[in-house]
């Protein structure tokens, strides 16, 4: 049924290991903000406002950001940060991936880092100390 939210609960015994995710909803398409971080295979278009965030966030000072990763196939993959001044708030939106598993996960995270040379590419920013685990936590590759 499209309208039907799921809720499914990952294998666990913490409430902190719960994965929450929305399956089966119909979604509206994309449509591009020049305000968003777009990644299109580590081509990374508005570079600079994801700077921005990720210094407000370092100095303590609210913000938030989208960023938007293209698959393969071309279908946009939405992750919507926004740091309230203590912690950042992610929504990962794969609804639009044809191939993907059609999840909205959220969770909330203290940290973000920078890793230089990490395995996917040069620079890579992933979210941590966060209360969900085997989430995916990668924010911006390129």
């Known amino acids: 049924m499209a309208g039907l939210l799921l809720v499914l609960v990952a294998g666990c015994d913490e409430r902190g290991d719960q994965v929450e995710v929305g399956l089966g909803k119909e979604v509206a398409d994309y449509e591009p903000v020049e305000t968003d971080v777009v990644n299109t295979h580590g081509d990374v278009q508005n570079l600079n406002r994801f700077e921005e965030f990720y210094d407000n966030v370092k100095n303590g000072v609210e913000d938030r950001v989208r960023i938007v990763s293209y698959t393969e196939e071309g279908d946009p993959i939405l992750h919507d940060l926004a740091f309230d001044g203590t912690l950042i708030h992610s929504v990962r939106d794969s609804r639009r991936d044809t191939y993907g598993n059609g999840e909205n996960v959220e969770m ?18 992933n979210l941590s100390d966060c209360n969900k685990n085997d989430v995916d936590v990668s924010v911006l590759w390129y």
């Open 108 to 125: 909330t995270c203290k940290k973000i880092e920078h890793v230089e040379d990490g395995t996917m590419a040069n620079n890579m920013f």
